[in-house]
């Protein structure tokens, strides 16, 4: 399972994940390291984990909605859970023999999406299908995600957003993922990180 972790307060966020990826092949699993963190236009992105065919929707939408960066992000969150929504649902009745084969398959897949609304107040957003079958439901969130859940990174960052500094959240993010990756396994690096600020999204990864 990878690692999200996103972060946002009013006049900016932080979001981050890992690039293990493992694949079922029929021969066995096989570990990638790929990119789960993409932008969507200039004033928004989005972060997957779970199911791998995630990365590939977020690959193909960054490339749509790079056409579209003015949208605001109340007309991008629905656009992209609808496409995720009906995509997913479709993968998994494609393959629905080969999960069956392969119950060690992920199950789970898991959407983070944030960005500026047209108020101007930066938002986050999750989504989460807790098993095949199971839609994208949006959980009620606040400041801080994290997903998998970990307790005691989102308490040091809701601590931080008591007087959010960008530089000490993004500190605080970076360490977090360091300090998951040395319990487990499933969590490895370079970790991709986007910040928003009022210019827009900066990209950038760290080990």
């Known amino acids: 399972m990878s690692q999200l972790v996103g972060c946002a307060w009013p ?28 932008p969507l236009g200039a004033q928004a992105a989005i972060a997957t984990a779970g199911a791998a065919v995630g990365i590939a929707l977020s690959r193909t939408l960054s490339r749509v909605l790079q056409r579209r960066s003015a949208a605001e992000f109340e007309e991008i969150e629905p656009y992209v859970v609808q496409v995720f929504r009906r995509e997913y649902e479709a993968f998994v009745r494609q393959g629905r023999q080969w999960f069956q084969d392969h119950p060690e ?3 789970r897949s898991y959407l983070l999406l944030a960005g500026r609304d047209s108020a101007g107040l930066c938002r986050l957003a999750f989504y989460a299908s807790e098993d095949h079958g199971s839609p994208h439901q949006g959980v009620r969130v606040g400041g801080v995600v994290t997903a998998p859940r970990r307790i005691g990174l989102e308490t040091r960052l809701h601590r ?26 499933a969590v490895a690096g370079p970790f991709d990180l986007a ?6 999204f900066v990209f950038w990864s760290s080990d």
Do not use: W
């Not at 008591?162 to 993004?170: C, H, N």
């Open 11 to 38: 006049d900016g966020v932080v979001l981050a994940a890992d690039r293990r990826v493992v694949m079922e092949r029929e021969e066995g699993p096989r570990i990638h390291s790929l990119r789960k963190l993409y």
């Open 105 to 107: 398959a992920h199950r």
């Open 160 to 185: 931080e957003l008591q007087e959010p500094a960008r530089d000490r959240l993004v500190e605080a993010v970076i360490q977090g993922m360091r300090r998951i990756r040395e319990r487990d396994d």
């Open 195 to 200: 910040v928003l600020d009022r210019s827009g």
